[in-house]
T-cell receptor, first 113, second 109 residues
Framework: EAQVTQNPRYLITVTGKKLTVTCSQNMNHEYMSWYRQDPGLGLRQIYYSMNVEVTDKGDVPEGYKVSRKEKRNFPLILESPSPNQTSLYFC????????????FGQGTRLTVV | DAKTTQPNSMESNEEEPVHLPCNHSTISGTDYIHWYRQLPSQGPEYVIHGLTSNVNNRMASLAIAEDRKSSTLILHRATLRDAAVYYCILSPGTYKYIFGTGTRLKVLA
């Protein structure tokens, strides 16, 4: 089954404690991206990756890092989380950016206290 | 980056067609028009996409204006399971997706 899998689904952490949210896809897609969703603001793109070792900033990259060492994985790293990063996060992948269907993960609800 | 404008909310009766509008007056020639929907507590789900011509699939139809400055997502027979937030998105050559806040569709039984 075609899937984008995020882990964990829920996470509560403290300010400043580094964390990683994993994202994995099983469709051999080249394009992957991360979004955050906040009430009243819709989904905003954090980072995206066109292919292995190729990443670029979206609209709200501050406070986040990503890496793309393998095609299937695109982890989101928060080196020093702050309360304003409390949000619902989604990972997505697609075969060709913008021209084909994108698949989204089920989301990770992060709370930073 | 090209942006889209959608009504905040719409209502429809069950079993009736629904037309969800989207304005994208600054669309460029290479932008694809995508529609996704998000059900409560789930990730966005692909509905349909197109470039210039109208498109049909098992879920919906996409009608694109001749000047491409607007489009309409058509759900032919709304069901209660179609109640969701619908996002109209342009996918520009820079590969940045701009979602906006979407249209919340309420389906009345």
């Amino acid at each position: 089954e075609a899937q984008v899998t995020q882990n964990p689904r829920y996470l509560i952490t403290v300010t400043g404690k580094k964390l990683t949210v994993t994202c994995s896809q099983n469709m051999n897609h080249e394009y992957m991206s991360w979004y955050r969703q906040d009430p009243g603001l819709g989904l905003r793109q954090i980072y995206y990756s066109m292919n292995v070792e190729v990443t670029d900033k979206g609209d709200v990259p501050e406070g986040y890092k990503v890496s793309r060492k393998e095609k299937r994985n695109f982890p989101l790293i928060l080196e020093s989380p702050s309360p304003n990063q409390t949000s619902l996060y989604f990972c997505a992948s697609s075969d060709i950016a913008g021209k084909t269907e994108a698949f989204f993960g089920q989301g990770t609800r992060l709370t930073v206290v | 980056d090209a942006k889209t404008t959608q009504p905040n909310s719409m209502e429809s009766n069950e079993e009736e067609p629904v037309h969800l509008p989207c304005n994208h007056s600054t669309i460029s020639g290479t932008d694809y028009i995508h529609w996704y929907r998000q059900l409560p507590s789930q990730g966005p789900e692909y509905v349909i996409h197109g470039l210039t011509s109208n498109v049909n699939n098992r879920m919906a139809s996409l009608a694109i204006a001749e000047d491409r400055k607007s489009s309409t997502l058509i759900l032919h027979r709304a069901t209660l399971r179609d109640a969701a937030v619908y996002y109209c998105i342009l996918s520009p050559g820079t590969y940045k997706y701009i979602f906006g806040t979407g249209t919340r569709l309420k389906v009345l039984a």
